[in-house]
């Protein structure tokens, strides 16, 4: 069987962009890789099949080991959607062995796709969300015309009301998004991530020029932000938050706004919006209003022991929503340092 690390192969993200796959994004990179391994202590194995210099075949998985929620091979943690990057179905098929094979050796109880829907033709997902991305136009007025005229007109209102975006890859504005992360994730009743993840990307994708953050600010305070990340002519809206205190203000549709400006700019040809669950009808409409094409995205988990695909449960909403919204924020933000890496 062959796999390999990222980390320690040589010129793989030069490899990765010489296999024009249509489903190679971001998060197949040496870069994600980064951040999980050094956040979470995760275990990269990446099965291939190989031609000089570029890829046949694909297919990441990150080792996730925990006590709490036993060791399992996931593709890949903390993405919305990564699909395997194989060229035919007997390409995957050969891969997905060899990863049931090493799964048996190192005890994992199960394989956990995130995406590649085409490659499972019969298969039930165990899980589906929405996924939503924009085909960038020619020019900015173009691009400005397809939206929504709700969406317009809250652009608008943002510009008039006096809010600014600043577009940035340094740690500070990192920090300050970090902050309106853990007040979004209070409103919604979650844990946010440690604040070490977020360092790892400014490190490992921000300072790298394969990122940005994007802060709007009412009279200096930060109202709104995203994180984006690009590679490849394409780019992704990763992280979103804002200050519900200013929602009136509209921050969070100019700081899109300013990113599809930004990546218009530079030649940037798609934006992924990310993952909807289904039962998130606001989240699925504002990403609508953007003119974004809607997908389902099918999650496959295969049980090693049991030989079979299995289900899951979408564990985003439920009671513990109320517990979250409810504690203290050092709490929460607590709790997310310990958990986060079992949940992957």
């Given at each position: 069987?062959?796999?390999?690390?990222?980390?320690?192969?040589?010129?793989?993200?030069?490899?990765?962009n010489?296999?024009?796959?249509?489903?190679?994004?971001?998060?197949?990179?040496?870069?994600?890789a980064?951040?999980?391994?050094?956040?979470?202590?995760?275990?990269?194995?990446?099965?291939?099949?190989?031609?000089?210099?570029?890829?046949?075949?694909?297919?990441?998985?990150?080792?996730?080991?925990?006590?709490?929620?036993?060791?399992?091979?996931?593709?890949?943690?903390?993405t919305?959607?990564?699909?395997?990057?194989?060229?035919?179905?007997?390409?995957?098929?050969?891969?997905?062995?060899?990863?049931?094979?090493l799964?048996?050796?190192?005890g994992?109880?199960?394989?956990?796709?995130?995406g590649?829907?085409?490659?499972?033709?019969?298969?039930?997902?165990?899980?589906?969300?929405?996924?939503?991305?924009?085909?960038?136009?020619?020019?900015?007025?173009?691009?400005?015309?397809?939206?929504?005229?709700?969406?317009?007109?809250?652009?608008?209102?943002?510009?008039?009301s006096?809010?600014?975006?600043?577009?940035?890859?340094?740690?500070?504005?990192?920090?300050?998004?970090?902050?309106?992360?853990?007040?979004?994730?209070?409103?919604?009743?979650?844990?946010?991530?440690?604040?070490?993840?977020?360092?790892?990307?400014?490190?490992?994708?921000?300072?790298?020029?394969?990122?940005?953050?994007?802060?709007?600010?009412?009279?200096?305070?930060?109202?709104?932000?995203?994180?984006?990340?690009?590679?490849?002519?394409?780019?992704?809206?990763?992280?979103?938050?804002?200050?519900?205190?200013?929602?009136?203000?509209?921050?969070?549709?100019?700081?899109?706004?300013?990113?599809?400006?930004?990546?218009?700019?530079?030649?940037?040809?798609?934006?992924?919006?990310?993952?909807?669950?289904?039962?998130?009808?606001?989240l699925?409409?504002?990403?609508?209003?953007?003119?974004?094409?809607?997908?389902?995205?099918?999650?496959?988990?295969?049980?090693?022991?049991?030989?079979?695909?299995?289900?899951?449960?979408?564990?985003?909403?439920?009671?513990?929503?109320?517990?979250?919204?409810?504690?203290?924020?050092?709490?929460?933000?607590?709790?997310?340092?310990?958990?986060?890496?079992?949940?992957?």
């Amino acid at each position: 069987m062959q796999w390999t690390n990222p980390l320690e192969a040589s010129n793989w993200d030069a490899r990765l962009n010489s296999q024009n796959h249509p489903a190679r994004s971001f998060f197949h990179s040496s870069a994600w890789a980064n951040v999980l391994t050094e956040t979470y202590g995760y275990k990269p194995f990446y099965f291939l099949t190989s031609e000089p210099g570029s890829f046949h075949s694909l297919l990441p998985f990150m080792e996730v080991s925990s006590r709490l929620t036993g060791k399992r091979a996931v593709a890949l943690p903390f993405t919305d959607n990564c699909d395997p990057l194989c060229t035919d179905k007997a390409g995957f098929k050969d891969l997905f062995h060899n990863a049931i094979e090493l799964g048996k050796l190192r005890g994992w109880k199960y394989l956990e796709f995130r995406g590649g829907r085409n490659l499972f033709a019969g298969t039930q997902p165990s899980l589906s969300y929405y996924g939503h991305g924009l085909d960038l136009p020619a020019n900015e007025n173009m691009l400005f015309e397809q939206l929504k005229s709700a969406t317009r007109r809250a652009i608008r209102k943002a510009e008039k009301s006096g809010v600014r975006v600043e577009i940035s890859t340094d740690a500070d504005a990192t920090g300050s998004f970090y902050e309106l992360h853990c007040k979004t994730r209070k409103r919604h009743g979650l844990p946010p991530q440690p604040d070490s993840f977020f360092k790892n990307i400014q490190k490992h994708i921000l300072a790298k020029n394969h990122g940005i953050v994007l802060l709007a600010r009412w009279k200096r305070q930060p109202v709104a932000g995203g994180i984006f990340f690009h590679g490849g002519g394409a780019a992704v809206y990763k992280f979103g938050a804002s200050d519900e205190n200013f929602q009136h203000l509209r921050g969070n549709n100019l700081v899109v706004w300013e990113a599809l400006r930004y990546f218009l700019r530079r030649g940037v040809k798609k934006l992924d919006l990310g993952r909807t669950s289904t039962h998130n009808e606001g989240l699925r409409k504002f990403k609508l209003a953007w003119n974004a094409k809607e997908k389902s995205i099918g999650y496959f988990r295969f049980s090693i022991p049991q030989e079979k695909f299995v289900s899951a449960h979408d564990e985003s909403s439920g009671w513990h929503n109320r517990v979250f919204n409810a504690l203290p924020s050092f709490v929460s933000r607590t709790i997310g340092n310990i958990l986060y890496r079992h949940w992957a």
